[in-house]
């Protein structure tokens, strides 16, 4: 189990209260790709097609590696018809002489995909800092930012042995400064001139240094103003910079990509995700980042005005945001006495002592009726979660939840985890291996109603350890896998769904279910009536996407279906009719339940449906009523399948 460190800063818990107005809108997405560079821009909704568009990158300092490479970046430079724009540096190195600089910047392959203009190569200019600015009346930039108008300042995430991290700002001010502005925000204004400027850093306070550069960073941002966009990539984090040739290995993971329209929020956002991400990995960043006091430059530049420490994160991926807080969840004491006297009109009831065995942390149960629809109120301290478990009924059964305070999460077994708020409502089918609780850092409270059935139960599973739950509620779902399960089934045994789960755990693959638009009756006769025409006819029955579902992912993907008067049932038949291109060059396999008829004409008619645009491996049919008993057999028919060549 892994050991999360709780981290709350003192300035974290003052800036959640600080700002005018409403947080700055950060985008998000775990997909480091040109499809996620994409997704990020276009989520900020400031188009800047048909202008003159500069993107301003660091070209990496020839031996370094960690720059944001043409590959990643090509598809949005170019669909923006944009120049790569950037700086020669102040310092002796493979960039500071224009043609040194060209040479690496050929080596790194960008002429490939963009004209890259060096702005400084012929002249500067300056244009004013912000007021309110201490260090700096002006800035010194390379003059051909001003040729342009729009702006994509495309940064790479990482950290920097002078200012602790760079990011936005970094890119802004540095990044656009000429060498002589570059001297300038170094030494906080004391020199313009190359040859004194390691003299005069020497004098120069840090703080002083970081304040000059969110000085410079709002000169920039005040010159663009509307027409720029800002975009920070988390990858190949080294606590060292692109501008150093020969940097420290990355310890941290990547994280994903980062966009906003306020460059503070969106810097303060990957500092957050720093001091969220494993402690051990991001334990040299870190202190890097504060013996440089590199966050001081965050709380300069806010005090600025040009932007904001206060952001809402808001994940693109379909899933929760990652979490921008660590928590250490056995460390954690709460009270609900300390909850605050209006938080929900449902009391928080009494220590849930009988089902405690069932849960992480502490859950408290208040009976609202045993009525009709016996319902509960159920109140979970921070962190807490129920174990995975299922409802069971013969008929009807499951539960529905109502939040009725504070912020949890619903997750079903292989799938992203829903983040629940007051109002949300989740319906449970019976059957279903789930869990619910609390998000790290709120208490949560929600109704239970135990939908009337027969034959009811509950089957408690394994509990939701520490890693998983923190992957659930940071959105961190993506398990990698090439392997998808996918699967309709429509009987209160859920026996193919029950063979998909199967099938999905013993091979680690996604597990996605296929719901109708409109459910067939639960009733057996009534679905029969409902379902004979539409199977007899071969005909299709509408069904819902499938929330985080991207085929492209998987190289290859299971299908499940019960058996229907010997056909698949229709709604797998839409979902294969309407994804033939997304499963181009995929293996498939088919795996049915069937009541006793067997295969029957099942797998032809997959084969059939699929036609060339995949290729089909041989069909298995399992016998619905005796499923559990054959878990062995469903084990091996998934390894064997997927390890054919
Ligand atoms: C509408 C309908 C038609 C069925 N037709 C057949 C059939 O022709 N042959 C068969 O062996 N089983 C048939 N069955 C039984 C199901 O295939 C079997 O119970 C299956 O395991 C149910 O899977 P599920 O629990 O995932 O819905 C039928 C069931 C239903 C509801």
Known sequence: MKKALFFSTLMGILTAFAGDGEPSNVYFTHDISPNGLMKA???????????????????????????????????????????????????????????????????????????????????????????????????????????YDGFVILNHFKGHQMGGFGGALKNLSIGCGSSRG??????????????????????????????????????????????????????NISIDCDCNGHPAKPEMADVGILASLDPVALDKACVDLVYASDPEKSASLRERMEKQLGPHILDHAEKLGYGKKTYKLISLDGTNPPSTKRVDINDMKYDPKDLPENWSPIPVGEPNDAYAQYFTGKSYLYSLTKEQVPAF??????????????HKAKTGGGQILICTAGRGFYQEWGKPAVEMTPGITVNIPAGVKHWHGAAPDSWFQHIALEVPGTEQSNEWLEPVDDEAYLKAVNGENETGSKTAVIYFSWSPDGNTRFAAETIAKKVGADLFEITPEKPYSTDFKACCDEANPECYGKKTRAVKPIEGLDLSKYD??????????????????????????????????????????????????????????????????FTGATIRENVQALEEFATERTNTK
């Not at 102040?90 to 790194?108: F, L, Q």
């Not at 993907?557 to 229907?564: E, I």
């Not at 008829?597 to 099942?602: A, E």
């Open 377 to 390: 109120g159920v109140t979970f301290e921070p962190a807490c979660r129920n174990n995975w478990h299922i």
């Open 182 to 235: 570059k001297s300038r925000i170094h030494t906080a204004g004391r020199t313009d001139d190359l040859d004194k400027m390691w003299a005069k850093i020497a004098e120069t306070p840090q703080a002083d240094f970081i304040e000059s550069m969110a000085e410079a960073a709002g000169a920039v941002v005040d010159f663009m103003g509307d027409r720029a966009v800002y975009i920070s990539v988390m990858n």
């Open 556 to 621: 290859f993907v299971f299908f499940g279906t019960p058996n229907w008067w010997g056909t698949m049932a229709p709604p797998l038949r839409t979902f294969v009719k309407e994804n033939l291109d997304a499963l181009k060059g995929k293996k498939v396999c088919l795996f049915q339940t069937h009541g006793g008829g067997g295969m029957q004409r099942v797998g032809e008619e997959f084969e059939e449906e699929i036609g060339d645009a995949a290729t089909v491996l041989p069909p298995k049919a």
């Open 41 to 147: 821009y276009k989520a900020l909704n400031r188009p800047l097609e048909g202008k003159k568009v500069a993107v301003k990158i660091s070209t990496g300092e020839a031996g370094n590696n960690h720059y944001l490479h043409p590959e990643l970046i090509g598809d949005l430079v170019q669909s923006l018809k944009g120049d790569i724009v950037e700086c020669n540096t102040a310092y002796a190195g493979s960039r500071m002489k224009t043609k040194d600089h060209r040479e690496t910047i050929e080596d790194h392959g960008f002429n490939a995909i963009a004209k890259v203009v060096i702005m400084d190569e012929f002249e500067e200019t300056e244009i004013p800092t912000p007021k309110g600015s201490v260090h700096l009346k002006s800035d010194l930039i390379g003059a051909a930012l001003k040729n």
